[in-house]
Nanobody, 125 residues
């Protein structure tokens, strides 16, 4: 059983930056694809970014491409999401997820077996 704990959320002005962290415990971190998703009230959880086991293969949603960077430190069992040039529409609860999955379904919420509790990111205009 893997436990995931996110941190780093908060309130920031548009154009600012935040760095989210997700610490994993209880499993073999280096064997999981790690993803970040976000959700706003009344909407479905949506894919933001993912990083594969080796840390070299990443994928981003078009809405964050060029502004967000996902990375992982397998020695620290931690995945990060560096968010730059934040926009009000980035406001959401951000969730970290871990899974053993095929790349073809890696953007799907249902592909991930483990989830964190979420961290709120609020971007003011």
């Amino acid at each position: 059983q893997v436990q995931l704990v996110e941190s780093g959320g908060g309130l920031v002005q548009a154009g600012g930056s935040l760095r989210l962290s997700c610490a994993a415990s209880g499993g073999s971190f280096s064997t999981y694809t790690m993803g970040w998703f976000r959700q706003t009230p009344g909407k479905e959880r949506e894919f933001v970014a993912l990083i594969r086991l080796n840390g070299y293969n990443t994928l981003y949603d078009d809405s964050v491409k060029g502004r967000f960077t996902i990375s992982r430190d397998n020695a620290k069992n931690t995945v990060y999401l560096q968010m730059n040039s934040l926009k009000p529409e980035d406001t959401a609860v951000y969730y970290c997820a871990a899974g053993v999955l095929a790349f073809s379904v890696a953007k799907q919420v249902k592909s991930y077996q483990y989830w964190g509790q979420g961290t709120q990111v609020t971007v003011s205009s």
